[in-house]
């Protein structure tokens, strides 16, 4: 990645008047999920691309070495070589963009990887997740432990009640020491935007978040009852736009939560292309946060590669 952004000046000004129209950005929706994204004879190419933006996660109370080490392994090599090499591409590097795990869990990443001998960057949630309902000094330290124990990205959850009540410039307040405290790593910050109330609340947010210095902006943590859907990456990717025209800055968007097929990754992908433009079409500006996507993923690469679906004893292990 490039080095971490530094944010702007609070200007509220650029949030005063914003009103989203909700039934343009629902038909947007709409019509983005109801045609093909992509043709036939370039899924595979896509869903290859669409591999190296998976930050690989697990966030689960009973995660262990063990399991972190698997996870690391498996970012390392996302698809079976057999699979790969039956479609000349065994020697391209594929691996994900990122693992990430909890901050007690970070020491087990980077040592996993080291071992593996890769260097797929270290994300680690932080700041209370994944309410954010502690006080600022523990989520603040939270960011430093996972930063000194080897983390290069931390994903941040905000306190959604200061969206909630209006009170933007606490919300810049909060994210800039969050930005302190990362240090040089990669801040991704997390507005749970199935917590925030309306898509205009989104949209401000996304806004306050990036003036702070996040370098992405997340949709979810993937615990809310909703997570990321289009509507909400329209409005967020429709500011990330707008910031980026007001200050020449691009920031990265990670939608995360509920992606688990291989087809809703290609309607990401296409989102992506249509509203930012190709050179959003990277891992340093774009990222997938997903458990579970690189299996379905594996399966539609080895249906494509076979002509049927794998059997049981076939199936991918995760």
Request: net charge positive; hydrophobic share 45%.
């Amino acid at each position: 990645m490039s080095a971490p952004s530094r944010g702007t000046e609070l200007d509220l000004s650029w949030i005063a008047k914003v009103q989203v129209n909700q039934p343009a950005v629902l038909r947007r929706a709409g019509q983005i999920q109801a045609r093909r994204t992509v043709k036939k004879e370039w899924e595979v190419a896509w869903l290859l691309k669409a591999v190296t933006f998976i930050d690989l996660t697990t966030l689960s109370g009973d995660d262990t070495f063990s399991n972190v080490q698997r996870l690391c392994y498996k970012a390392k090599y996302p698809i079976r070589e057999d699979l790969l090499k039956a479609l000349d591409m065994h020697d391209k590097g594929i691996t994900t963009a990122a693992v990430c795990v909890y901050p007690a869990r970070v020491c087990d990443a980077v040592k996993a990887l080291k071992a593996a001998g890769c260097n797929i960057p270290v994300a680690s949630v932080a700041t209370g997740f994944p309410a954010g309902q502690t006080h600022l000094q523990p989520r603040l330290e939270e960011i430093r432990l996972a930063v000194e124990d080897g983390a290069t990205e931390i994903d941040v959850v905000i306190n959604r009640t200061l969206v909630l009540t209006g009170q933007w410039k606490a919300l810049y307040d909060e994210i800039r020491q969050f930005r302190k405290a990362c240090g040089e790593a990669h801040l991704k910050t997390i507005l749970a935007t199935g917590e925030l109330g309306s898509l205009t609340n989104i949209y401000k947010a996304s806004m306050i978040a990036m003036m702070a210095g996040s370098d992405f902006i997340k949709t979810s943590t993937g615990k809310e009852a909703v997570n990321a859907t289009f509507p909400v990456a329209i409005v967020m990717l429709r500011a990330i736009r707008d910031f980026f025209w007001k200050t020449g800055n691009k920031i990265g968007f990670k939608p995360a939560g509920g992606i688990r097929s291989a087809k809703d990754a290609l309607v990401w992908l296409s989102l992506i292309k249509e509203e930012l433009g190709d050179e959003w079409l990277k891992p340093e500006l774009f990222r997938i946060g997903a458990s579970t996507l690189l299996l379905d993923i594996e399966k539609q690469i080895f249906h494509h590669g076979t002509g049927r679906h794998a059997t049981y004893h076939e199936l991918p292990m995760s």
